[in-house]
């Protein structure tokens, strides 16, 4: 390969001309001032972990790749991104939530694919402070490693102390954790037999003979209790913010669960992983009135080799929506 100072000028010294409408920033312009307004002014310093913008402590047990932050409060507003995870447009949904939820004494965030609870922490360790007196969350993760993590960072975040049961509540919040695949029964499926807490395109497996993922990388496979979604949140009236990010696995699971997001699901958030999966949910969620409040299309590479779309997916995308009934 040529090196970068004898390829073409055009890919390197001339700066392309882009319209806007080549850009998908997944924001509009008002959108840095939401999420300012409900980001805190006064976050004090943690020595031991990582502190991000909306003064949720991160540890380096479950995100190394924030190794040099270690002592460090953010305070730069995550637009594009958090810098570690997020990106503005899961921030601009959260900060939507709390717009719509105020007046009420309880903020509620779902999270389905939670890994290790990064949006449950957020409105949790939020929500007084936003003028919540009560927090509620709800999160699935299959992952034995991942959920661990989950319990880890809710501990580190004074939410859920780490003894505590899967199931319970003091101090201003009530929590229910899963450690199961989120689905639209009770049943069971299958997950990667060798877990790696870094790798977030795990996706649970409904073929007990799979010898391969949805990217076709070879693997071995678990039995993993999968819990039913409608059933785990029939306790809750109203959900302010839920986010869903399955690798795929939305696909099968929304249309299947619908009918029971709309009459509590607020704002919803889900992370899109093919380019198909994008236009059902538009199509889907549009003819139901939805409102598509912000999205950005997934990237994917057309020439790969995996078996399948979502397979191909390299870039997740993200819709946001909101449900006008409530």
Not at 197 to 224: F, H, K, S, W
Request: hydrophobic share 40%.
């Amino acid at each position: 390969m040529a090196a970068l100072h004898e390829m073409h000028p055009s890919t390197i010294e001339e700066a392309l001309p882009a319209l806007e409408t080549d850009v998908f920033r997944g924001y509009l312009g008002d959108d840095p001032e939401r999420i300012r307004a409900i980001m805190p002014t006064d976050t004090p310093v943690d020595p031991t972990c990582f502190t991000d913008a909306m003064g949720v402590k991160v540890s380096l047990d479950y995100c190394p790749w924030i190794w040099d932050r270690t002592g460090v409060v953010e305070t730069r507003i995550p637009i594009p991104t958090d810098t570690y995870l997020g990106e503005a447009i899961e921030y601009v949904g959260f900060a939507v939530a709390v717009e719509r939820a105020t007046g009420r004494d309880t903020l509620t965030v779902v999270e389905l694919g939670a890994g290790w609870g990064p949006w449950v922490s957020l409105g949790s360790v939020n929500a007084h402070r936003l003028g919540f007196p009560n927090a509620r969350i709800v999160a699935f993760e299959a992952d034995g490693d991942r959920y661990n993590a989950l319990r880890q960072h809710l501990a580190l975040n004074n939410i859920v102390p780490a003894d505590a049961p899967a199931e319970g509540e003091g101090n201003g919040y009530q929590w229910k954790l899963h450690h199961a695949a989120a689905h639209w029964e009770d049943s069971v499926l299958y997950w990667p037999a060798e877990s790696n807490v870094l790798d977030a395109g795990m996706a649970a497996i409904t073929d007990p003979d799979a010898t391969n993922d949805y990217r076709g990388q070879p693997i071995a496979t678990i039995e993993v209790k999968a819990v039913s979604v409608t059933r785990a949140l029939s306790h809750l009236d109203i959900i302010d913010f839920m986010h869903i990010d399955i690798q795929g696995g939305e696909e099968d699971l929304l249309p299947r669960i619908i009918d029971d997001l709309e009459t509590k699901v607020r704002v919803l958030f889900l992370g899109t992983h093919s380019r198909k999966i994008e236009g059902d949910f538009i199509q889907m969620l549009g003819d139901r009135g939805w409102h598509l409040f912000r999205e950005r299309p997934c990237q994917f590479y057309p020439m790969s080799e995996a078996p399948t779309l979502v397979g191909r997916t390299y870039m997740d995308g993200a819709q946001l929506w909101i449900n006008p009934r409530l």
